[in-house]
């Protein structure tokens, strides 16, 4: 099993550029989150997602869009990417929420000049 | 907000036991406690979760107090591989999915 596969592993954009990060799980999991990591820190949720077809805020949002079109992806987007988009970012993903664990893939690092 | 108070760095031996805590004072009776690690340049992995009651597996072993304000988690036999940094995290049920993750416990294993 690949579990949660995230494309592309860099990127680095100007500002005001756009790209979309592509999440992948095979685990037939309903629940996908996407997270930020900055330095020293630990996860923000930025986007969630409960099941194909729906989307909801996290904790950070603002610049970003997501979607999940089919189960098995998430998509998240950065429209006009800023110097304080440049993290780490981490898709997630579960079979329900509470009671079960999150798998992660290895992220991919964002640097925005 | 369900969080979570952790230690910011600790040191053992190798082939050593590791007892690593987490306080959580302000938890509800329907939170699950759940450990990450997340070793460099990973993304975080799942270690163990329990509700109320100790729980083993081929990782570690987690044993959660009686009033479930605290939980410790119990790497039996520490070894290099084991260094990372170590996330214990609520999963609150009324909170939209947002967890809410500390710095977490940096664990440095000695040779």
């Known amino acids: 099993n690949a579990g949660v596969t995230q494309t592309p592993k860099f990127r680095v954009l100007k500002t005001g550029q756009s790209m979309t990060l592509l999440c992948a799980q095979d685990?037939?999991?309903?629940?996908m989150y996407w997270y930020r990591q900055d330095p020293g820190m630990g996860l923000r949720l930025i986007h969630y997602s409960v099941g194909e077809g729906t989307t909801a805020k996290g904790e950070v949002p603002d610049g970003y869009n997501v979607s999940r079109l089919k189960k098995q992806n998430f998509l998240l987007g950065l429209e006009s990417a800023a110097p304080s988009q440049t993290s780490v970012y981490f898709c997630?993903?579960?079979?329900?929420?509470?009671?079960?664990?999150?798998?992660f893939g290895n992220g991919t690092r964002l640097t925005v000049t | 907000d369900a969080k979570t108070t952790q230690p910011n760095s600790m040191e053992s031996n190798e082939e050593e036991p590791v007892h690593l805590p987490c306080n959580h004072s302000t938890i509800s009776g329907t939170d699950y406690i759940h450990w990450y690690r997340q070793l460099p340049s990973q993304g975080p992995e799942y270690v163990i979760h329990g509700l109320t009651s100790n729980v083993n597996n081929r990782m570690a072993s987690l044993a959660i107090a009686e009033d479930r304000k605290s939980s410790t988690l119990i790497l039996h036999r520490a070894t290099l591989r084991d260094a990372a940094v170590y996330y214990c995290i609520l999963t609150p049920m009324d909170s939209n999915y947002q967890l809410i993750w500390g710095a977490g416990t940096k664990l440095i294993i000695k040779p």
């Open positions: 997630a993903s579960s079979y329900g929420f509470g009671n079960s664990p999150l798998h």
């Open positions: 685990m037939n999991h309903e629940y």
